[in-house]
């Protein structure tokens, strides 16, 4: 079965600590992205790439980093620069950026920073 | 003013009613658009686009009015199963930078 696994589904951490959420595609897609839901917000965009070894800032990219070293695979590092860092943390993936609105999401990955 | 809002609701409906909510958007420049499902505590899934022609699926209709800025979903004999948020989407242009999801109306059917 094609599709986007993330995990872990929940996940806690001391403030101060970075910490590397996973994201693996087996779609075939080159685009990949992450987003950060809120309780009442849309999802605002964090970080995007379009083929390996390229990414792109979203909206809000400060305190995060990503790489792109296989067209499967898109981490995340949550650093302790970021300051509300307790959130839901979605990753996706289309064909492409100009299918950016087609986009498959994983199921999420819930992080909590006490 | 948000460049996509939405009313957050809950709409409460009965099962069987049907139900529609809009969704305003600011950029005129606006090209595609879309609704998305999204379950309690799930990932949101693409429902359905939306054509200027105005399009349906199922029991499901989607409609876009450029000239007041709005899209709507019409949502007719509503099944239980029909709850969940429901995001619209707003791209100016195939950008991934630009896509804009909204913060969601969350819609209960009950029995």
């Known amino acids: 079965d094609g599709g986007i696994t993330q995990s872990p589904k929940y996940l806690f951490r001391k403030e101060g600590q970075n910490v590397t959420l996973s994201c693996e595609q087996n779609?075939?897609?080159?685009?990949m992205y992450w987003y950060r839901q809120d309780p009442g917000q849309g999802l605002r965009l964090i970080y995007y790439?379009?083929?390996?070894?390229?990414?792109q800032k979203g909206d809000i990219a400060e305190g995060y980093s990503v790489s792109r070293e296989k067209k499967e695979s898109f981490p995340l590092t949550v650093t302790s620069a970021q300051k509300n860092p307790t959130a839901f943390y979605l990753c996706?993936?289309?064909?492409?950026?100009?299918?950016?609105?087609?986009?498959?999401f994983g199921p999420g990955t819930r992080l909590t920073v006490t | 003013r948000k460049e996509v809002e939405q009313d957050p609701g809950p709409f409460n409906v009965p099962e069987g009613a049907t139900v529609a909510f809009n969704c305003t958007y600011s950029n005129s420049a606006s090209q595609s658009f879309f609704w998305y499902r999204q379950d309690c505590r799930k990932e949101p899934k693409l429902l359905m686009s939306v054509y200027s022609s105005g399009n349906e699926d199922g029991r499901f209709t989607a409609q876009l009015n450029r000239a007041s800025q709005y899209i709507s979903l019409l949502i007719r004999d509503s099944k239980l199963s029909d709850s969940a948020t429901y995001l619209c989407v707003v791209i100016p242009y195939s950008s991934a930078s630009k896509i804009i999801f909204g913060s969601g109306t969350r819609l209960s059917i009950r029995p």
């Open positions: 779609l075939n897609h080159d685009a």
């Open positions: 790439s379009q083929i390996v070894n390229d990414f």
């Open positions: 996706a993936s289309s064909i492409g950026v100009d299918r950016v609105a087609e986009q498959y």
